[in-house]
């Protein structure tokens, strides 16, 4: 079946600091990847995203790239800020679902401290 | 803005006492998703409606129930909460197979 494995939080940074959240997948097919982000008592809001391999999708400082050859779709941010502070949520899309259904990680949480 | 909206944000009920909760949306999207996320997890998946179909979940408990009367708006109906279903409720949409875009979810408390 399709899966998504994300790392175990909290992860606790301090500000500026560099951020990585590793995501991997198993999944039938080529499936679309996102990152979405979540912040405290808020809905999710879709980050970045890629549809393909090789792809790389960025969004307000963080990126990740699409690499199929390692199943994986690893979030990073280069120098974080407090503001970044959320549950981030890898998540797949099986192209050939029609209804678009997403298969989500368990979900990250950062705390980025001053 | 085009947005995806849900009321009311907090929503408390007794137990047993059936409650609506409600999802609208200005981006004429044709797909609409509704899911249940418990403290410290993943969204999880109850139904979904392509257009006018509906689409339940394998394992979404037969208390939970969704209408959707027109393209703009849905709504979850649970006949008789229980506690274990205190979570947040959250209301996505899509066009076709494209990203979902996901509302700012519903807070449900049963007391």
């Known amino acids: 079946g399709n899966s998504v494995t994300q790392m175990e939080g909290p992860v606790t940074l301090s500000e500026e600091a560099f951020l990585t959240i590793n995501c991997t997948y198993t999944?039938?097919?080529?499936?679309?990847l996102f990152w979405y982000v979540q912040y405290p008592g808020e809905g999710l809001q879709l980050l970045l995203k890629a549809t393909k391999a090789d792809d790389k999708g960025s969004n307000k400082g963080f990126e990740a790239t699409y690499r199929k050859e390692t199943t994986s779709f690893h979030l990073e941010k280069g120098s974080v800020q407090v503001s970044d502070s959320a549950v981030y949520f890898c998540a797949l899309r099986i192209p050939t679902d029609s209804w678009g259904k997403l298969q989500f990680g368990a979900g990250t949480q950062v705390v980025v401290t001053p | 803005d085009a947005m995806v909206i849900q009321n009311p944000r907090y929503q408390v009920t007794q137990f047993g006492k059936p409650v609506t909760l409600s999802c609208s949306q200005t981006?004429?999207?044709?797909?609409m998703y509704w899911y249940q996320q418990k403290s410290s997890q993943a969204p999880k998946l109850l139904f979904h409606?392509?257009?006018?179909?509906?689409?339940n979940e394998a394992d979404t408990p037969d208390n939970f129930q969704s209408r959707r009367p027109n393209t703009s708006f849905c709504f979850l109906d649970i006949r008789s909460p229980g506690l274990g279903d205190a979570a947040m409720y959250l209301c996505?949409?899509?066009?076709?197979?494209?990203?979902?875009?996901f509302g700012p979810g519903t807070r449900l408390t049963v007391l």
């Open positions: 996505a949409t899509s066009r076709q197979q494209r990203e979902q875009f």
């Open positions: 409606y392509y257009d006018k179909d509906f689409n």
């Open positions: 999944a039938t097919g080529y499936p679309s």
């Open positions: 981006l004429n999207h044709n797909v």
